[in-house]
């Protein structure tokens, strides 16, 4: 099952390896990627398509001088077999095991811990040229390996036009299977689609040439016969000329599932004076025949269970709601009431289950790949012709929108609603997909409202809430089961909190959907004779300051809770509204996110190691009740 695999220590190994024990070594891959996900959610499908490409590549490179990256990274997984991780291969995802992308920290095959597309090219051209600087007697190699969903992203382009303009020796390798998550959208997509269909080699160009040359046009018939000949051949001719006019040898397409191929074409690539780009074709999910036809599906599927060659049972998980399943039904009852609200999405309409907004209005329903920023400003000119735009982003993802979240949007003060979906921890793909920082990155943004439900019922009306505003609006919540708070909710008030119960004692402020355990800790705070109230804080910005600020005034601690980074923050936004309003702030204690990126795990594992689940808001409180606080001195005897 593993003969081989077992005795690759390094891709030192692989450089003696027949062809045949290379297509061999290849199944192998394969069946440890099927072991991996019968086990636990992982990358699959596209890791599938990549098992030849890794292996041509650490057989015709030597990456221990020579530099590769991968795009996005989230298709890593043979390249971390091929790189002597395969004995800790089965932990990947794990807390405490492999991470899931790239992570220099396990192995110097890793240039980069990356999660997010569109970097490849631009960081390999960084590399290239620093390298050429700092040892220009060693050249090097620079491989970027970039997948045809990813490639649309601005930064690509913007890097490959730096490279094309200093014609440097930069390979890129597009990694071309068709599919995004999704299936790949935009007009670059039916550009590739083309080249697929139009075999182009450098001296079939001029050969066709001369055919097209030395065409004679007689009659008329005969002319549209030719004239369609022509533009058949022209568009073979015109194969990979986008790149051509960038700056880029264009070669190919070749076929990514044969080892040997494309030896044979990175070994030519290799030694190219110039940029030079490399198309391949893969298929997701290659080899496993469920992977291949339904890609999207097994692109990151829950753990399965193979039955024959041809079927896969899902291992059954409890069904429960998610947020982003309220979110996506909230969006759906909207766009079904007002004809003017659109949803947006960043090539995550599989990620955010908006698969049937998209069935339902095909019209008002808008892919833009994987193009954040452009998402963003797009919606402004949405929202400026008059309909209620909302873009449905994780919160990692709007990082790469900030620009025009600030100027298209807020400084145009026009109303876009931004759903940040995976707003906090979002568990196994680890920092690079955590949302941790949306608050802080957010909240200072005039104009904008910034809010956090706290439940789902919450999220169903600040959605209502933000879309009947003539204002930007932003909504986060988490990547979590989404558990109604049992009660009867106050209507969502611009700037306004909602008191669950008011305490004597101390005051636990929950931003956001930390509010069902502030709740639990209040109530085990209560058997112990402490009286703790709580508040589901609902705004960021505007802040309550009338109910936050009493709570500060008055009561002997207030805790603030958040899945977020401390820095800048909920808790720092009533610190600043407390100083202002020249209050004691001691009493205060913020709950968050540290200032560090977290690690992968589970999201409950990585709540309670950062003292955010109930125990540890718990062991805060009591600490706080105990310790260090003048006012709560008398909490202490209390207590005791
Ligand atoms: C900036 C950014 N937006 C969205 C994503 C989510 N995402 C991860 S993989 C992926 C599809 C990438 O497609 P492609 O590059 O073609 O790789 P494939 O999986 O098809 O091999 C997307 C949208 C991301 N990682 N980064």
Redesign the pocket.
Known sequence: MDKLLRTIRSPQDLQGLQPRQLEQLAAEMREALCRLVATRTAHF??NL??VELTLALHTTFDFSRDRLIW??G??VYPHKMATGRYPEFHTIREKGGLMGYPNPAESPYDLFMT????SSVASALGLKCGDELVRPEQPRHVVAV??????P?GTVFEAMNHAGGLKKRLIVIL?D?K???CP?VGGLADYLDRLRVTPFYSGLKTEIQKFLASVPVIGESMERVLGQMRDAIKAGLLGGMLFEELGFHYLGPVDGHNIRQLQKYLAMVRDFQHPVLLHVVTE?GHGFQPAAEDPVVF?TPAPFVRQNGSEVLFRKKEPVRSYTQVARDAILAEMRANPRVAAIT???CQ?NMLEPVRDEFPERFFDVG?C?SHAVAFAAGLAKSGMRPIVDI?ST?LQ?SYDQVFQEVALQNLPVTMMLDRAGLVGPDGPTHHGAFDLAYLRHLPNLVVMAPGDARDLEAMLAFALAQDSPTAIRYPKAPAVPVEREPAPIELGRAEVMHWGRDGMLVACGTMLATCLSVAAQLGRRGIEVGVINARFVKPLDTDILLRAVAECPMVVTVEEGTLLGGFGSAVLEAANEAGLDTRSVRRLGLPDRFIEHGERNELLADLALDESGILAACLELAGHGQPRSVALLKRAK
């Open positions: 499908a596209s398509g990549v795009d996005t989230h298709q999660g997010h597309a569109g970039v997948g045809d969903g990813a490639f992203c990694n299977n599919m995004s998550i790949r997701k692109h960043a090539a995550m990620g994987i954040e994780y993802f790469r």
